[in-house]
């Protein structure tokens, strides 16, 4: 159990917040939680869609990183912005903070950047405002970051029929499947093998989730991987000229397609049930047609062991 509770910063490397009270709840539930927080986001100052100028979010990422009295930098949402900061981010200036990046969604470009770059690991795993800010707080949500962050191992059970079986072990990556394929062919696109990547995204027809799999396969990227997982693809719809070609079709044909197993089921991606995940981490993955078992270990905790 975590015996003290970290210190926290808010940043807005990416969109501005819709409700601003959004924020201010997610500030008073971790200050009641034992948290010192440190809001680095300015609803005034958001710039058309972005939480700030790109010279803001940059600026605040650094403050946040540098300030002595913070372990951990939770982006308060996502929505688009990372990529136009990806050049100028000096990806080892943040890693050598030592802290602990959290987000998901667009906030994925950070994650490859930093891993790609220094080799630091973070967390996929929630936003302040958007979970933790939200009316009806989600407790698996909440529970599932605080466990993670204690450590020292961190273990998702998934109930979920129909599933291949695997038995398979390595570095756990992946995220916003959007956000990933943007990044194939840049300096921020890591070199993992014999990982279990590791996808989600929102509002993606199967035809585009199918597309951006296939690109990862053309790409060389999945034949190196052991697994690949994958997480919730909702907020879509399909039209007369699918003619039958769904999310269950375009699955078996990845199934047979791609080098790799598929597995599906993960609890993460825009939904408010969501696992956390150190990004980076050692995995083992355990599946049968009942469900499967994911345990990660060897990734940074609170408190520092």
């Not at 910063?9 to 440190?38: K, M, Y």
């Not at 939770?74 to 200036?93: H, Q, W």
């Not at 951006?212 to 060389?220: E, H, N, S, T, Y």
């Not at 981490?281 to 520092?304: I, K």
Request: charged share 20%; proline share 6%.
């Amino acid at each position: 159990m975590i015996t003290s509770q970290p210190g926290v910063a808010i940043v807005a490397p990416s969109g501005c917040v819709p409700d601003p009270q959004a924020v201010e709840r997610g500030v008073a539930r971790l200050e009641a939680h034992g948290c010192r927080v440190f809001n680095y986001y300015d609803h005034g100052a958001a710039f058309q869609r972005f939480g700030g100028t790109d010279e803001a979010r940059l600026a605040a990422l650094y403050a946040a990183s540098e300030n002595p009295e913070v372990d951990v930098v939770l982006a308060v949402r996502g929505g688009y912005g990372l990529t136009r900061l990806m050049p100028a981010i000096d990806f080892e200036r943040l890693a050598s903070s030592g802290k602990l990046f959290v987000g998901y969604s667009d906030i994925t470009a950070l994650q490859f950047g930093l891993y790609a770059k220094a080799g630091a690991l973070s967390y996929a795993g929630p936003f302040a405002a958007s979970d933790f800010g939200v009316e009806e707080l989600d407790d698996f949500t909440w529970d599932q970051f605080w466990s993670c962050l204690a450590g020292p191992t961190h273990t998702i059970l998934e109930t979920v029929a129909g599933n291949p079986r695997v038995e398979a072990a390595g570095t756990i990556w992946g995220g916003n499947l959007a956000m990933i394929a943007s990044l194939i062919g840049t300096e921020w696109f890591p070199r993992i093998d014999n990982g279990i990547l590791f996808v989600e995204d929102i509002a993606e027809h199967p035809y585009r989730v199918e597309r951006m799999i296939l690109q990862l396969q053309q790409a060389g990227i999945l034949a190196r991987q052991q697994a690949l997982v994958l997480g919730d693809f909702s907020g879509y719809r399909l039209g007369a000229m699918d003619n039958g070609y769904d999310f269950p079709e375009m699955l078996a044909y990845l199934r047979k397609t791609l080098p790799i197993p598929v597995i599906e089921g993960l609890s993460f991606g825009h939904i408010p049930r969501r696992v956390t995940i150190p990004f980076g981490a050692q995995a083992s993955l355990v599946s049968n047609e009942l469900g499967f078992r994911l345990t990660m270990s060897g990734y940074p905790t609170f408190p520092r062991a």
